[in-house]
């Protein structure tokens, strides 16, 4: 624990972090415990929360758009793809497609995004937001 209150965790790779990271959401006491990837250059004394990672659900999301790089088109709508869950990227898990993206909590967050499918149709796609802190926008 740094004397500013934060919590630093060291893994022994980039693959444990990414795994940490991508198993969430995590709660403590009925909170989110929020976990980002530390800046080389981190401020510890930064007290504003205004970009976070939220785990992003597209419910009925045409398989055709479950590569990859579909998904990370559809979550930079949204704010910056992060990571996406180990059994989406697999297919393994074909419920709703799952993506963790760090979001602006000031802005208002769309409920609904538009894509254009790769057969030219338009679909209004629903997003929808898990564990989003109570002060976000």
């Known amino acids: 624990m740094h004397d500013s209150s934060w919590l630093i965790f060291a893994f022994s790779s980039e693959l444990e972090m990414l795994d940490i990271l991508g198993g969430g959401p995590y709660f403590v006491f009925g909170r989110p415990f929020i976990l980002k990837v530390m800046p080389k250059f981190f401020d510890f004394t930064a007290t504003d929360m205004m970009h976070m990672p939220i785990w992003v659900r597209f419910p009925n999301l045409p398989l055709k758009c ?72």
């Open 66 to 137: 479950w590569s990859l790089i579909s998904l990370s088109k559809i979550a930079s709508m949204i704010g910056k793809p992060v990571h996406y869950d180990a059994p989406i990227a697999s297919m393994s898990w074909l419920s709703d497609a799952r993506i963790l993206i760090e979001v602006d909590l000031l802005v208002d967050l769309p409920t609904f995004i538009n894509l254009v499918l790769p057969n030219g149709s338009p679909l209004s796609q629903q997003v929808m937001y898990e564990s989003l802190p109570r002060f976000c926008k």
